[in-house]
């Protein structure tokens, strides 16, 4: 066990996408998390049907029946123990389960309550259901992606779920753990993929308040509107990145694909969409190997567009350790790195319920209660 959070401990109640990757992110780094999966769930899939939930890695998983009073009070004796609850419902569901702030900050003064929505706690959207699309689509972070004269290309749920979302309810947990650890008291984090995103988008907002940055799509430095940050077309159909930003950069990359600088001028703009199609003539003259071959380890700032498949295979990936092997499957390792207390996958994703009894045995819940709330129904 290792990780700069051990003794951090944390209840994850289940849900989908940004719940379930904070989660992942903490359990990573030495959180001691356990998730609570609905009881309706326990059994279900087999043997092998959580293995592949790899946002389910490094946690024990409980069975609930939050519908249950005992149910319920369970959780709530397990929030006396906690440094963290974190849930995904939509505004009010957790109060009506009776797990929400008030009730289990009043069993834990000093727990940090961290809530994962699309909209927010508050706000016109907050009661309506939506996904990754929608929230980047309304915060201004979708807008800007994609090409000149198309339409807006959603990058996968990267920047709503994870980025906006996920990544930042794990900041927030940590710096309110932080806090309460000099104040004594909790405090609810309400992390919205909205807000998230939103902030996502903060250094082009100021380009923007400059004239640096244009609200029409794909004319501008970072969004395939100029010709030195792009990806392009190999000659095997396989494609390369290249974000030659920098004058000394751009000036190693026209050197290297031997086109004269001076029939290139950086800065030309109005030339960049003609220096464009220059540059993607040249590289279709290679396959993506030889341009690997003529410009890894240069200063071009260059890579290979690489495949999921095909990244943990890559020799710089290979010696970092960014993908490790768990029970089988290839995942990306827990990041960033710590020297010396470095994170860990403790254990591959678990079955719905399946450490039901040995984590509330840990948590201080003995085998004759364990018994009872079995036959209740409370717990599977």
Not at 1 to 27: D, N, Q, T, Y
Not at 153 to 173: E, H, S, T, Y
Not at 272 to 296: G, H, M, N
Not at 341 to 352: D, K, L, N, W, Y
């Amino acid at each position: 066990m290792s990780g700069p959070l051990i003794g951090v401990k944390v209840i994850e109640i289940a849900g989908i996408g940004p719940g379930p990757f904070c989660g992942m992110v903490l359990a990573d780094l030495g959180a001691d998390v356990v998730r609570i999966d609905r009881a309706e769930r326990v059994g279900r899939g087999g043997p092998n049907g959580a293995r592949f939930d790899l946002l389910a890695r490094g946690r024990r998983s409980v069975g609930v029946d939050l519908k249950h009073p005992d149910g319920v009070t369970t959780v709530l004796d397990l929030v006396e123990q906690a440094d963290v609850l974190l849930e995904g419902f939509r505004p009010g569901v957790a109060e009506r389960l009776g797990v929400g702030p008030d009730t289990c900050l009043a069993r834990n003064p000093r727990l940090v309550y961290g809530r994962m929505t699309g909209w927010g706690q508050t706000g016109s959207y907050a009661s309506t259901a939506g996904h990754d699309i929608n929230y980047i689509a309304l915060s201004g972070a979708l807008h800007p992606i994609g090409r000149r004269g198309e339409a807006p290309v959603p990058p996968v749920n990267f920047v709503g779920d994870f980025g906006g979302g996920g990544m930042l309810l794990a900041l927030g947990v940590c710096a309110a753990v932080i806090e309460a650890r000099t104040s004594g008291m909790g405090q609810v984090v309400d992390a919205a993929m909205t807000d998230g995103s939103a902030l996502l988008t903060t250094m082009f907002h100021g380009l923007a308040a400059t004239g640096a940055w244009s609200t029409e799509r794909g004319t501008n430095l970072l969004d395939t509107g100029s010709h030195m940050y792009d990806v392009f077309e190999c000659a095997d159909g396989e494609y390369i990145s290249l974000g030659s930003l920098e004058p000394q950069f751009y000036a190693e990359m026209c050197e290297r694909l031997e086109i004269p600088i001076d029939e290139m001028p950086q800065n030309e703009r109005a030339r960049w969409p003609e220096f464009k199609e220059r540059i993607r003539a040249v590289v279709r003259k290679r396959t993506r190997d030889e341009w690997c071959a003529l410009l890894e380890g240069t200063d071009v700032c260059f890579a290979p567009v690489l495949s999921l498949t095909e990244a943990p295979k890559h020799p710089h990936n290979v010696e970092r350790g960014t993908f490790v092997e768990v029970d089988g499957i290839t995942q990306p390792a827990p990041a960033p790195r710590f020297s010396r207390t470095p994170g860990a996958i403790r254990r591959p994703p678990s079955a719905a319920g399946q450490h039901t009894d040995e984590t509330l045995t840990d948590w201080g819940i003995d085998a004759t209660r364990i018994a009872a709330l079995r036959a209740s129904g409370a717990i599977a």
